[in-house]
């Protein structure tokens, strides 16, 4: 496995340690009319975070790019959206005041950073074959000079100096 990969394996793990904690703070921090956590809620979260981590062990770096991408930046627009923007109980800045508190907006802030580090590696996964794809193919050595890798650069340069200065080959 990639290195790009385990860290985005690394990140979805810690993604969902921090989701799921999250669900039990919301419980304490949420007037509601039980404080019970929905197991529903943990087993689709669970699930989720599952899919991503099969897709990005067992998928090409495409499709295992493609999938944590689709799933962080649903996680973020979710996240910024019910904690930031929307005007209810658990919006970080009208949350009730106690115990909890500082713990619900610290899991909050946790997820959206992490959520911004899976997109930013996601990226990176993607684009990873692109850039060595787009070097020159003198420089690789695979120009139909004869040059190897080890030589191609040299012997290009070597006679376009030679041209340059009036030299026949």
Same mark, same amino acid.
């Given at each position: 496995?990639? *290195?790009? *990969?385990?860290?985005? !394996? $690394? /990140?979805?793990?810690?993604?969902?340690? /921090?989701?799921?904690?999250?669900? &039990? !703070?919301?419980?304490?921090?949420?007037?509601? #009319?039980?404080?019970?956590?929905?197991?529903?809620?943990? %087993?689709?979260?669970?699930?989720?975070?599952?899919?991503?981590? /099969?897709?990005?062990?067992?998928?090409?770096?495409?499709?295992?790019?493609?999938?944590? =991408?689709?799933? &962080?930046? %649903?996680?973020?627009?979710?996240? $910024?959206?019910?904690?930031? !923007?929307?005007?209810?109980?658990?919006?970080?800045?009208?949350?009730?005041?106690?115990?909890?508190?500082?713990?619900?907006?610290?899991?909050?802030?946790?997820? $959206?950073? !992490?959520?911004?580090?899976?997109? =930013?590696?996601?990226?990176?996964? $993607?684009?990873?074959?692109?850039?060595? %794809?787009?070097?020159? #193919?003198? %420089?690789?050595?695979? +120009?139909?000079?004869? +040059?190897?890798?080890?030589?191609?650069?040299?012997?290009? *340069? /070597?006679?376009?100096?030679?041209?340059?200065?009036?030299?026949?080959?």
């Amino acid at each position: 496995m990639t *290195r790009p *990969r385990m860290l985005i !394996l $690394l /990140v979805v793990a810690g993604h969902w340690g /921090v989701a799921v904690a999250h669900i &039990f !703070l919301a419980a304490n921090v949420l007037a509601s #009319p039980d404080n019970k956590v929905s197991w529903v809620a943990v %087993a689709l979260i669970s699930l989720g975070h599952a899919s991503v981590s /099969v897709a990005l062990w067992k998928l090409g770096d495409r499709i295992a790019g493609l999938a944590s =991408l689709f799933f &962080f930046l %649903a996680a973020s627009g979710a996240d $910024l959206y019910e904690h930031f !923007l929307q005007a209810s109980a658990n919006n970080v800045f009208m949350v009730a005041p106690g115990n909890w508190t500082p713990w619900f907006d610290a899991s909050v802030f946790a997820l $959206l950073a !992490l959520e911004i580090l899976g997109c =930013l590696l996601s990226i990176r996964l $993607l684009g990873g074959k692109m850039r060595s %794809a787009r070097r020159h #193919p003198a %420089a690789a050595g695979e +120009a139909g000079t004869g +040059a190897n890798k080890t030589s191609g650069l040299r012997n290009l *340069r /070597v006679s376009g100096i030679l041209k340059m200065h009036g030299a026949k080959s």
